[in-house]
Structures are given as structure tokens and as C-alpha cells.
């Protein structure tokens, strides 16, 4: 059994738009509020927040309606189409309302543009799992992941292309040609991808593969083996999200205050975290398939505690502190493309969507509650807890992801080994 890289490559286009979004939202939308509309940081942290709080709400939703959804173009494909209409109309507004300074219009379209991001991104992500044999979702998802590295890169290099040293930058280019990614993207995806007809395939697929024993019936709830399996391993998400988001929403504060890093140094040495990550992202699936998805994601994580705890020590900047941030994106990756498979991997078919809510439910609540936390520490603390709070939240992650016994798909060895490479249909 292979994995289909070009399948896979035009399904991860959905995630590459919405990457592309999110990099000159968490970039661009700070800016506006502070140096437009001078908005405090308090404040200002608050409404970048707000997305995280929709999520909390919306993706469950919207990931569970899609699962009851049957259209003639499939389940998700309703709600990718629909949801990047309404987002780029109302994302194009957000540079014009700065433009002409006006708070009320900002705030209106930036809470569309949220809520139309919010109803298709667990369809989106659900569409891979739908129309990717279980033992390769590991695999599949490092190349969407990738592909979500590849959108938030294009939005860098725009930015950094269109925005003027000096005087008031008019950001509607930046929005405009974002815009036209995102919807050439899900032109492609549609046409490429016949979602029916896949899921159907799949399905008849995995009812050969699978054993009698194990399947489902989608009106039973999941055993209470499979139930606790999937609390722990969301419980995991949620642990390892506080710890990852807790360093890098304030290495940059950190950098400067405790080792000592003038200026934008902070940058490059996250760009090597990211770098990192992005190579590790395909390799990640790959060694999945050889170990386990529970094992290369624990092997993550003590990556990352093990980065952390090093990092702890250190008084002023050192080289070796880029080393630790490469292993850190090196962990990150390991865990990041397993552990949503997993998750999935627990539904039972027509279920994918909801466990996507699932997945992004808790990845979001950590989002949401680390930097008020980490951030109270900080403050009140003094800056060297940084890196003693992400490993200690790594050890907890490590506990709970332990107790995971179920979503750890086991491939069909391949005849030749060299069809862990082969990106031939």
C-alpha cells in the first residue's frame, strides 16, 4: 500500500489557503491595532485571541455538520467552497477599513472573516482522513503540513516584498493577492478531487483491510477502552500545545530580557525551529510507519522536554541555543503530523469531522489559556520560568500520551522498502 503524493499534494491545498491566512492575520492584524486604531496590548492581545475562542466553539460544529452533510460534490466540499467565498470577500475589506480609519468597519469584518475561516477549517482538514487508507494518514499528513508551511511562507515573502521601511503601508496588495491564492487553491482542489468517489474507494478499502471484529456501527458509542484512549490523547494535545505556544509566543521577550538578543536576532534563531520542522514534517510519517504513531510522537515530546530542560540553564546566548530550537521544531514535527491521525483514528467513519472538532478543541483551549499563564508567570515570576514551564507540561503530556493504547494504525509492511519513497501514483 502507497501513499498517493500528487492525491495528497492537491487535498493539501485547502490547508495551504488557510495557512496563507493565518500567517498575515498573526502578523499584519497586531500592526493595524496598534499603530491605526493605537490600541493597548492588552486589548489587542484579547481580540487576536478571539479566533481561538470561535474555534473552541465553531470547528466542533462545523466539523460535526459536515460529517451529516451528502451533497453531489461530497461532505466537506460544501463547506471549503463556501467558507473561502465568504473569507476572501470579507478579508479584502480588513485593509480597506484600515485604510480609511475606520474602527467599527475593522472590527465588523475582521469577526466575518473569523467566522467564515471557522466553518470550513475542520472540513478541510477532515477531507485528507476521508480519502487516505488509515496505515497512511501519518504519512499524508506530513505532506498537508508541509503544504501549510508552503502558504504561510508565500504570505512571508509578500510581506516582506510589499511593506515599505517608511509612512503608512497600505496592506490591501498583501490581502488582495492572498485572496486570489485562496480561492486558485480550492479551484484546484475541486477539480482535482472528486471527493465521493475517493471516500467511496477508501471505504471499500479499509471494509476489506479491517477486521470483522473491529468495526463499528455508526450508531454504537465507542467502547469504553477507545473513549479513554481518546481522552488521553487529547488531554496530551492540550498539554504539549501549552508548553510549545508558551515559548513561542514569548521567545522573543525572552531572547532580549534573558539571553541577551539585540533587535530581530530573535527571528533567526525561530526560523530554524521552523525550517526544522518543515524537513521533519514528511520524514515524520515515515518513521511512524516503521515504530508506531505513539512512539515517534512520545519520542517528540522528549525532544522537546529534553530542549527545554537545557534551554533552562542557559544565563546568556550561546550558539548552542539555536541547536536546541532545531530539535525543538525536529519534536514538534514528530508530534504534530501523528498525533491528529490518531485522533481520527479512533472515529468511527462518519465521524472523522467531529474528531477533527475534537482534535482542534483542545489544541485551541491550550492556545488560549498558556500565554495568559505562562504570561502571569513572566510577569510576576520573572522571565526564567519560560523554559521550566514548557517542560513541565511536556513531562504531563508524556504521562497522559503514555496511557494512549488505540489510534496506532499498523501498515502492511511494503514488499520493497523503496516504496516508503515512491511518489508515483
Do not use: C
Not at 224 to 236: E, H, M
Request: charged share 15%.
Amino acid at each position: 500500500m502507497k501513499l498517493n503524493y500528487k492525491r495528497t499534494f492537491f487535498i493539501g491545498l485547502a490547508f495551504l489557503s488557510i495557512s496563507a491566512f493565518w500567517q498575515i492575520y498573526d502578523s499584519l492584524i497586531p500592526l493595524i491595532l496598534k499603530h491605526t486604531f493605537g490600541i493597548g496590548d492588552t486589548l489587542a492581545g484579547g481580540i487576536m485571541a478571539l479566533d481561538n475562542v470561535l474555534a473552541l466553539f465553531m470547528l466542533p460544529l462545523f466539523g460535526t455538520l459536515s460529517d451529516k452533510v451528502r451533497t453531489s460534490i461530497g461532505r466537506r466540499m460544501p463547506f471549503i467552497i463556501g467558507g473561502t467565498a465568504a473569507a476572501v470577500v470579507s478579508m479584502v475589506l480588513i485593509p480597506v477599513s484600515d485604510n480609511l480609519v475606520n474602527l467599527p468597519m475593522f472590527i465588523s469584518v475582521l469577526f466575518l472573516t473569523l467566522v467564515a475561516m471557522s466553518t470550513y477549517r475542520s472540513p478541510a482538514v477532515a477531507l485528507m482522513p476521508d480519502v487516505t487508507p488509515k496505515p497512511l494518514r501519518s504519512k499524508a499528513n506530513g505532506v498537508i503540513n508541509l503544504m501549510g508551511a508552503v502558504g504561510g511562507i508565500i504570505s512571508l515573502l509578500l510581506m516582506s516584498a510589499l511593506i515599505p521601511d517608511t509612512g503608512k503601508p497600505n496592506y490591501l496588495p498583501i490581502f488582495a493577492i492572498v485572496a486570489g491564492l485562496m480561492v486558485t487553491a480550492v479551484v484546484i482542489l475541486v477539480l482535482t478531487i472528486k471527493e465521493n468517489k475517493l471516500r467511496e474507494e477508501i471505504e471499500k478499502l479499509q471494509g476489506h483491510e479491517d477486521d470483522e471484529s473491529e468495526r463499528l456501527s455508526e450508531h454504537q458509542p465507542l467502547p469504553y477502552a477507545v473513549q479513554r484512549s481518546l481522552l488521553f490523547i487529547l488531554l496530551s494535545i492540550f498539554f504539549w500545545f501549552m508548553a510549545y505556544n508558551a515559548v513561542t509566543t514569548a521567545f522573543s521577550k525572552y531572547a532580549q530580557e534573558v539571553l541577551g538578543m539585540a533587535g530581530g536576532g530573535f527571528a533567526n534563531s525561530m526560523l530554524l525551529a521552523t525550517a526544522a520542522a518543515v524537513v521533519t514534517f514528511i520524514p515524520s510519517g515515515l518513521i511512524a510507519t516503521r515504530i508506531g504513531r505513539k512512539r515517534t510522537i512520545l519520542m517528540g515530546i522528549v525532544f522537546l522536554f529534553a530542549s527545554f530542560t537545557v534551554a533552562s540553564w542557559f544565563m546568556s546566548y550561546s550558539p548552542f541555543i539555536n541547536v536546541l530550537l532545531v530539535t525543538i521544531g525536529m519534536g514538534w514535527a514528530l508530534i504534530n503530523v501523528n498525533s491528529y491521525p490518531m485522533v481520527v483514528e479512533m472515529a468511527k467513519g462518519s465521524d472523522v469531522g467531529k474528531f477533527t472538532g475534537y482534535y482542534y478543541t483542545f489544541s485551541m483551549a491550550g492556545q488560549i489559556i498558556t500565554p495568559v499563564l505562562s504570561g502571569a508567570l513572566l510577569e510576576y515570576v520573572g522571565y526564567r520560568t519560560l523554559f521550566p514551564y514548557a517542560a513541565f507540561f511536556s513531562a504531563v503530556a508524556f504521562i497522559t500520551m503514555s496511557l494512549v493504547q488505540h489510534g496506532d494504525s499498523r501498515p502492511t509492511a511494503p514488499h520493497d522498502k523503496l516504496e516508503l519513497l515512491d511518489i508515483e501514483d
